[in-house]
Each structure stands twice: as C-alpha cells, then as structure tokens.
C-alpha cells in the first residue's frame, strides 16, 4: 500500500520547482496581454502660443466671413484669406459676388446662391428685370 501523491505535493517533498510558463510562437509568455492592433490615437500638440491659438479663431473668409473651414486657401488678397469653398471657386474662376456658401453668416437667400447655375440664373434675371440699370458685377480676376 502506498500513498497517492498529487503533482503538488511531489513538488514540494522533493523541493521541486513548477515548470516556466510557455511560450508562445513569438517568443513572448501567455500571460503576457496581447499586442493591440490598429491605429494609436494621435496626440495633438498644443498650440505653442497663445498668438497662434488667437489668430486662427479670429480668421474669417474675405469673401463670405465664415470662420470655420477645412482648409485655407489663397485668394486674390494672399494666401490663407479665404475658406475651402470660396477658394475652390477662385482658383476656377466662378467666385462671384452672389455666391455664398449656405453656412456662411452673411447669406440671404434672396441675394445669394451656393449653386453656379443659381447665380447665373439670378443675373440674368437681374438683367432682364424692369428698371434695372445696374451692370452686373465681374468675376472676382484670378492671376
């Protein structure tokens, strides 16, 4: 009759110590967290000066004031004076004194239109209107 041992109690009559964990296939132990995959988020500096965080909050569009936009762009008085929207229009040619963004503070749908052919279409109107002696204003000139 002899006594049953468990694995544990062997271990310890005989001073044994357990077996390291194993590895994995990368060489790293299971009890280690998986690595996450994906992006990190990015951790966007801060403004360096209270100047700069000034200035781009107090930037407004020449042409139809808003404040906000996705990107500058370089107009007919310097780079960064007007919003996406109107930019995209100066740089083709078709940035008229009745095209104002939707979004833009100063629109009035009576006088603007964020559609070319709607402002083409008010012009004309304008044109063959009674009483009308206004000549309608130009394109704003790109270089």
Same mark, same amino acid.
């Given at each position: 009759?002899? !006594?049953?041992?468990?694995? @544990?109690?062997? &271990?310890?009559?005989? #001073?044994?110590?357990?077996?390291?964990?194993?590895? /994995? =296939?990368?060489?790293?132990?299971?009890?280690? =967290?998986?690595? =996450?995959?994906?992006?990190?988020?990015? #951790?966007?500096?801060?403004? /360096? @000066?209270? &100047?700069?965080?000034?200035?781009?909050?107090?930037?407004?569009?020449?042409?139809?004031?808003?404040?906000?936009?996705?990107?500058?762009?370089?107009? !007919?008085?310097?780079?960064?004076?007007?919003?996406?929207?109107?930019?995209?229009?100066?740089?083709?040619?078709?940035?008229?004194?009745?095209?104002?963004?939707?979004? /833009?503070?100063?629109?009035?749908?009576?006088?603007? /239109? #964020? @559609?070319?052919?709607?402002?083409?279409?008010?012009?004309?109107?304008?044109?063959?209107?009674?009483?009308?002696?206004?000549?309608?204003? !130009?394109?704003?000139? @790109?270089?």
């Amino acid at each position: 009759d002899t !006594p049953h041992f468990g694995a @544990s109690e062997l &271990m310890e009559e005989y #001073n044994i110590l357990p077996p390291p964990p194993k590895k /994995s =296939k990368h060489g790293k132990s299971s009890k280690q =967290k998986a690595k =996450k995959r994906g992006r990190k988020p990015k #951790n966007l500096p801060a403004p /360096s @000066s209270a &100047m700069e965080a000034a200035t781009q909050s107090d930037r407004r569009c020449s042409h139809c004031g808003v404040q906000k936009t996705p990107q500058w762009r370089a107009g !007919p008085e310097g780079a960064k004076t007007l919003c996406n929207a109107c930019g995209v229009r100066y740089k083709s040619g078709r940035l008229l004194p009745e095209y104002r963004p939707a979004c /833009s503070p100063t629109y009035v749908s009576s006088v603007h /239109s #964020n @559609s070319h052919r709607k402002v083409l279409e008010m012009r004309r109107k304008k044109e063959d209107g009674p009483l009308t002696v206004t000549a309608t204003a !130009p394109a704003v000139a @790109s270089f």
